[in-house]
């Protein structure tokens, strides 16, 4: 049986994290991308389907890239930050079902006439899944996140899927490690009588 993580470990996920609007100068190493990504590729997705597509914008000129599809607001972070990510969604992502799910034939479940809809929620709720274990993955890292939407999705796939017309964006987000400076204080998070019922 797995024990529950003691309190450190849950403020450090959970009640202490924040989403940061801006970050110290510490850089962010190629093997921390490639750990967060080990980590967050672990979380459950329908059919092991991993639907997700990043984008690590590294380079001054991939950030401007992604700045220039964003409002006034976020562009500014996106520049400042370290890092930024985009968390894109590939719509054929059943094509690689026969390899991520080989117990059955997951893909035939995705194919045919009148399922384009069923796909692109089935991309959509999973890529939202694993962008989530994204935040907790560089949270657990030690690392700080600025999830964020106000971009215009069709600029960005434009701008950063434009070869692959089957991967659209998600949503997107800030890296590095926070300086709490740019921090207002925690939003209101109601208790579990306001929004939870027990069947």
């Known amino acids: 049986m797995t024990a529950p993580l003691d309190d450190s470990a849950l403020d450090q996920l959970f009640r202490t994290a924040r989403t940061y609007n801006g970050y110290t100068d510490q850089s962010v190493s190629t093997e921390q991308l490639h750990a967060i990504w080990d980590l967050m590729k672990m979380g459950p997705t329908s059919a092991n389907m991993l639907p997700s597509r990043l984008v690590w914008c590294v380079s001054d000129e991939a950030k401007r890239k992604l700045a220039a599809c964003c409002m006034e607001a976020n562009a500014t972070k996106i520049m400042a930050a370290p890092v930024s990510v985009i968390i894109g969604m590939?719509?054929?992502?059943?094509?690689?079902?026969?390899?991520?799910f080989p117990h059955t034939d997951a893909r035939s479940w995705f194919i045919g006439e009148g399922k384009e809809q069923f796909r692109r929620d089935s991309a959509l709720?999973?890529?939202?899944?694993?962008?989530?274990?994204?935040?907790?993955?560089?949270?657990?890292?030690?690392?700080?996140?600025?999830?964020?939407?106000g971009f215009d999705n069709a600029a960005v796939d434009a701008a950063f899927f434009a070869d692959q017309p089957n991967v659209k964006s998600n949503f997107i987000s800030t890296l590095g490690y926070g300086d709490p400076s740019t921090i207002f204080g925690r939003s209101p998070r109601p208790g579990f009588d306001r929004f939870n019922t027990i069947g």
């Open 90 to 100: 590939d719509l054929e992502f059943y094509e690689l079902l026969p390899e991520l």
């Open 125 to 149: 709720r999973n890529s939202s899944l694993q962008g989530a274990y994204f935040i907790m993955a560089a949270r657990a890292l030690g690392l700080d996140t600025g999830p964020m939407s």
